[in-house]
């Protein structure tokens, strides 16, 4: 299998919808294509079948027998690109800090270098006993993130 060419038909079924991104995309040893695509305001099906369809009939099925899943991100996946940050923004994200603090926030703003998260905290009273609530809103590089999820909440 031609990675070259998968990976230049997979570019050429994104460029007809510039809304949509390439998230990865791997070929196993046993010729399964696998291509996870996101997109600014979602991914629909019609798109899902339209990409799998555009390099399933551009790859010859006669030269090499190969098998073709085109998806999008599930719930719960973790997030890696600036656009699928950006995509998010008002949502509560977790993340894991390459140090492994943990915060869990809103994402205010995401951009090329990183996400804006905003939260409340508890936190002993400068003066006296007890807990006061906080208000905090970091910026945290992508390159400081090691794990980043959507929390989603019914």
């Known amino acids: 299998m031609d990675s070259n060419k998968v990976k230049t038909l997979i570019d050429e079924a994104l460029a007809v919808n510039p809304s949509l991104f390439l998230i990865d995309w791997t070929i196993s040893t046993d010729d399964k294509i696998l291509i996870s695509v996101d997109g600014d305001e979602g991914l629909s099906i019609e798109e899902v079948v339209r990409i799998s369809r ?16 085109v998806s999008s991100p599930g ?8 656009r699928q940050f950006a995509k998010n923004v008002g949502r509560t994200l977790e993340v894991t800090l390459t140090d492994n603090q943990v915060i869990e926030g809103e994402i205010v703003m995401a951009d ?4 804006e998260l905003f939260w409340e905290a508890r936190e002993p009273k400068p003066i006296g006993k007890g807990n006061i609530t906080v208000e905090k809103q970091e910026l945290v590089n992508y ?12």
């Open 54 to 69: 555009y390099v399933e009939n551009s790859l010859d099925s006669e030269e090499v027998d190969f098998a073709l899943e």
């Open 143 to 154: 390159a400081d993130i090691k794990k980043a999820i959507i929390k989603v909440t019914f």
């Open 112 to 115: 090329e270098e990183g996400v």
């Open 75 to 82: 719930v719960g996946s973790p997030l890696t690109m600036p």
